[in-house]
């Protein structure tokens, strides 16, 4: 069976692409291969000029802008200034096994970059979006556990990892709700998950377990890590798909439909998710 690959990507002109975390990494895969199917590709980074210097000589049609989408003041500031159609919001930026620290709102900070503040980011945006939001979460998130009394690690003894695979099981959860909710309202609107496997990025090289290093002879390159992400942002797919490379274990491998965990397929602890996730960031709608 041929495998997909970029270059089977659709023709993306007339189409506007929102990315976070977009400067490097699997971001910049992403970012590179929408904007040469024709995508006029928005990268929502902290550090815009070395985003610029990364896409200065790629073909096609590039916007930087200021995100740090762990500050909840930088994702209201972009959030605020969106104001025309999104056909596609990807939300990519992410941290693996960092140390505890809190975020300028007090939050924690791993938490906030890889879901808090896109949770924020995707409610703020959702009125311009007309096609998918797609979350970039991870195989990991079947090992997440949730504590609703204490989402943002106040009381839990922190430990990166645990907080990493929580972070990603939240992204699921909320997939799941998300696409609840768009469906109740009639939405055409889809929610998309996209697993990259693992790549071989520098997401864990700081990291202690750094599983990445450690089973690099199970690992994608990165092109192949970001097929995924591809893959949920332009194919026809059922809303709530989890796209992920179709290897042992959705490890490695060419981008395929396949299955989140159970726990991500829980509906209650996704809606009570939902509203612990409210509270903790304030006002969702603008
Ligand atoms: N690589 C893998 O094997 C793997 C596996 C499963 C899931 N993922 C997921 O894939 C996504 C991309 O990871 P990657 O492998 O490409 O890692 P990466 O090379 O370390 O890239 C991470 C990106 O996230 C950005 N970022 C971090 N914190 C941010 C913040 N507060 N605001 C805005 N951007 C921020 C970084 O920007 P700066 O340059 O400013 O730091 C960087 O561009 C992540 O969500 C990750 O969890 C990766």
């Known amino acids: 069976m041929t495998k997909w690959t970029a270059n089977d990507l659709p023709d993306l002109n007339g189409r506007t692409v929102v990315i976070t975390g977009a400067g490097r990494g699997l971001g910049l895969i992403t970012a590179r291969e929408l904007a040469r199917a024709g995508a006029h590709v928005v990268l929502g980074v902290r550090d815009t000029d070395k985003a610029r210097r990364a896409v200065v000589s790629l073909p096609g049609a590039f916007d930087i802008r200021t995100l740090d989408v ?29 140390p505890a620290a809190r975020t300028v709102d007090g939050l924690d900070q791993q938490t906030a970059t890889n879901y808090t503040g896109p949770f924020l980011l ?23 556990k949730i504590d609703l009394k204490d989402l943002d690690w106040r009381t839990r003894k922190y430990n990166g990892m645990s907080v990493y695979e929580a972070s990603k099981l939240a992204v699921v959860l909320f997939s799941l709700e998300l696409q ?97 996730t409210t509270e903790l960031v304030g006002a969702v709608a603008r």
């Open 180 to 276: 609840r909710r768009l469906s109740a309202t009639g939405s055409e609107v889809r929610s998309v998950l996209a697993s990259p496997g693992i790549a071989r990025t520098s997401l864990a090289a700081h990291s202690r377990s750094n599983v990445i290093n450690r089973f690099k002879f199970l690992t994608n390159a990165p092109e192949l890590g970001a097929l995924s992400v591809l893959y949920a942002a332009t194919q026809d797919v059922p809303g709530n798909s989890y796209i992920g490379p179709d290897g042992l274990g959705g490890l490695r491998g060419y981008p395929a439909l396949r299955r989140q965990g159970k726990a991500g397929l829980d509906t209650a602890m996704a809606g009570d998710l939902w509203k612990a």
């Open 122 to 144: 995707t409610n703020l945006l959702l009125e311009h979006v007309t096609d998918r939001v797609v979350h970039v979460t991870s195989q990991l998130h079947r090992q997440g």
């Open 70 to 98: 762990a500050d909840l003041s930088s994702v209201r500031a972009f959030a605020d200034s969106w104001s025309r159609d999104l056909d596609i919001l990807i939300n990519n930026a992410g941290v693996m096994d960092i």
